[in-house]
C-alpha cells in the first residue's frame, strides 16, 4: 500500500467518524501541526481529541475533492473542508453557515509506513470570514462592475467553463431566448450549450449601472444593449437587467441573472 493509499484511508476514517481507529496507522512519538494556528500536537491522542474538535464545529464536516500525491517518505493532499458551522469553533460561537475552505495536509512516513508526523495548513481568515465573524478585507469598498464585466465577456465569447465559475450551483435565469426560467446550474449550462449552436458573433455593452451591496448578498441593475446573430439574422436587444451575487468566502457568484427587452411602446 503506497503513502497515498495511507493517507486517503485516514481521511476516510475520519469522514465515517472512525477516528479512534486513525492511531493503529501512526508511529509512535507521532507529531502533526496546525500551522494557521500556532498549534503542536504531541500524540496520538492529542491528535484524535483535534479532530474530535472539528466534529464538534462541524457535525456534517467532511474532507472533499481530494486530490493525494506521494514521494518517497511523504504525501500531499489538497482537499476542500466542507460543513455546517453548529457548535462552537473555539471562542467562537456556532453560526449555522457552512464553509468551503481549501486545505493542504502534508504526511510524513517511517520505513515502515506508518505516520511519523504532519502538518496542515488552510486559510483561518477565509474560514471566519465565511462564518460571519470577520468581514473580508476591503470587501464593502470593492466594486462589483468588474466582475459584470467578465460575465458579459465570457457570454460574449460563449465560454461556458468561464460562465460555470462565475455561478452558483443553485443560479438561476431568464433571458428573451429562453422565455422560462431555468434553475440550477445544470439547466443553464444546458441552455447554453443550446445557445452555442444557435448564435454567434454577440456582442454586449451595458449602461446605466447600480450596485448595491448588504452582507453577503449584492444586487446589480444596469442597461443591456445586446446584438448577435440568431439562425443568421441579426438580432438586437435592449433590455433592463438585474443581477443578483452572494458572497462564498472571499469571492462573488451569480446567483440570478434577469434581463427581459421591454415591449417597443
Not at 483561518?124 to 473580508?136: E, F, K, R
Not at 462589483?144 to 443560479?171: C, G, K, N
Amino acid at each position: 500500500m503506497g503513502h497515498s493509499d495511507t493517507h486517503r484511508m485516514m481521511h476516510d476514517l475520519f469522514n465515517s467518524r472512525r477516528i479512534d481507529e486513525i492511531e493503529q496507522h501512526c508511529a509512535p512519538g507521532y507529531m502533526y501541526e496546525d500551522l494557521p494556528r500556532a498549534l503542536t500536537i504531541k500524540s496520538t491522542g492529542e491528535f484524535a481529541d483535534w479532530l474530535k474538535s472539528w466534529v464538534a464545529s462541524f457535525s456534517d464536516g467532511s474532507i472533499s475533492s481530494a486530490q493525494y500525491v506521494e514521494g518517497i517518505d511523504h504525501s500531499v493532499a489538497m482537499y476542500h473542508g466542507r460543513g455546517t458551522n453548529d457548535g462552537a469553533l473555539g471562542p467562537f460561537p456556532a453560526t449555522g453557515r457552512t464553509v468551503d475552505v481549501p486545505f493542504c495536509e502534508v504526511l510524513h512516513y517511517a520505513s515502515d509506513g506508518k505516520v511519523l508526523s504532519g502538518e496542515v495548513y488552510y486559510d483561518q481568515l477565509t474560514m471566519l470570514a465565511q462564518l460571519g465573524h470577520v468581514s473580508p478585507p476591503s470587501a464593502a469598498a470593492d466594486s462589483l462592475e468588474p466582475m459584470v464585466q467578465r460575465l458579459f465577456a465570457a457570454f460574449d465569447a460563449l465560454d461556458l467553463d468561464a460562465l460555470t465559475e462565475l455561478t452558483l450551483d443553485d443560479a438561476q435565469g431568464i433571458d428573451e431566448i429562453a422565455r422560462t426560467w431555468l434553475r440550477g446550474r445544470d439547466a443553464m449550462n444546458a441552455y447554453l450549450g443550446q445557445l452555442k449552436s444557435m448564435i454567434s458573433d454577440v456582442r454586449s455593452t451595458y449602461r446605466d449601472f447600480d450596485e448595491r451591496i448588504t452582507g453577503d448578498t449584492a444586487l446589480v441593475t444596469c442597461w443591456l444593449d445586446q446584438d448577435y446573430t440568431l439562425d443568421g439574422q441579426r438580432v438586437h436587444v435592449s433590455a433592463p437587467t438585474t443581477i443578483t451575487f452572494r458572497r462564498v468566502g472571499m469571492d462573488w457568484k451569480v446567483a440570478l441573472i434577469h434581463t427581459i427587452p421591454l415591449p417597443e411602446d
